[in-house]
């Protein structure tokens, strides 16, 4: 079994750094964590190589070479291939340009099942999974919560999508691309003492546009289909936060806040 995970590090939201003049979020420049839906992906299908040792797992991420440090460290949890897809051609490519590009790497690979998150921290759309099924022409779901790997050997994997209202179950034909939701239960392996410092080096891949051959034109900002027009950042005034007894004063002064707000008639 041959299972490829989608992993994306993005910006912490405590370190936020946004280019107001482009339209797009610094990613050089911040803190960068490991996106929680993908992790769950990615923890899943560790948990399913520890039951099963022939599997192997690689990642695939697109983002700068700053994040080398978590590739680094994922490889020593268990991944047998970090892939990076890096160049400064590609900085503000929406999720189209995105989906192109790793799609384009993923139509080379061996896989049986390609894992991603969702959702994105820095984005939320839910599109990446879907559009890079689209390009290669395979099945996909989304908002998976579980997955049952009885009939793996049949070809086929069932899942749990969470259907908001239902929980909803379906088979699936492999090759196929499953996108989780963040679950804070499934958690990464632990890092033994052992493996902190080896050298993993010669099982990271590092890839830029030399190798995936794309014209400028189709890639980043000029390749986007999508692009931010404008962004409005509010500002919000602190508060003059007061305290008031339950007694006929408080009462009194509630009600005249209320009053002079118009959200009472005298």
Same mark, same amino acid.
């Given at each position: ?68 440090? $978590?590739? #680094? ?45 969702? $959702? ?6 839910? $599109?990446?999974?879907? *559009? ?21 050997? *049949?070809? #086929? ?74 962004? #409005? ?8 936060? *007061? ?12 009600? *005249?806040?209320?009053?002079? $707000? ?5």
């Amino acid at each position: 079994m041959r299972i490829l995970c989608l992993v994306k590090p993005v910006p912490d939201a405590e370190s936020f750094d946004y280019d107001y003049e482009r339209n797009v979020l610094r990613r050089d420049r911040v803190r960068m964590i490991l996106n929680p839906d993908d992790t769950t992906a990615l923890a899943r299908a560790l948990r399913f190589k520890e039951e099963d040792p022939t599997t192997y797992v690689e990642t695939v991420s697109m983002a700068p070479k700053g994040v080398m440090a $978590h590739l #680094e460290d994922l490889v020593r949890r268990g991944v047998d291939r970090a892939t990076l897809i890096s160049d400064t051609c590609y900085l503000g490519s929406d999720t189209y340009v995105t989906s192109k590009v790793l799609a384009t790497y993923l139509a080379g690979a061996s896989f049986d099942i390609l894992f991603c998150g969702t $959702h994105t921290m820095d984005g939320g759309t839910g $599109h990446v999974g879907h *559009q890079i099924a689209e390009f290669l022409d395979l099945p996909s779901l989304s908002d998976i919560s579980d997955i049952d790997w009885t009939k793996v050997d *049949q070809g #086929e994997v069932e899942v749990a999508v969470d259907g908001e209202d239902s929980i909803l179950r379906y088979s699936i034909a492999l090759p196929g691309v499953l996108g989780f939701l963040y679950n804070p239960k499934i958690k990464l392996p632990y890092l033994s003492y052992e493996a902190m410092n080896e050298d993993c080096t010669d099982r990271i891949l590092v890839l830029s546009n030399e190798d995936l051959n794309f014209d400028t034109n189709e890639v980043g900002l000029k390749g986007s289909l999508t692009w931010v027009e404008s962004l #409005e950042v509010r500002t919000y005034a602190k508060k003059d936060t *007061q305290f008031v007894g339950t007694n006929a004063e408080g009462i009194g002064r509630v009600y *005249q806040f209320l009053l002079n $707000h118009g959200l009472v008639e005298e």
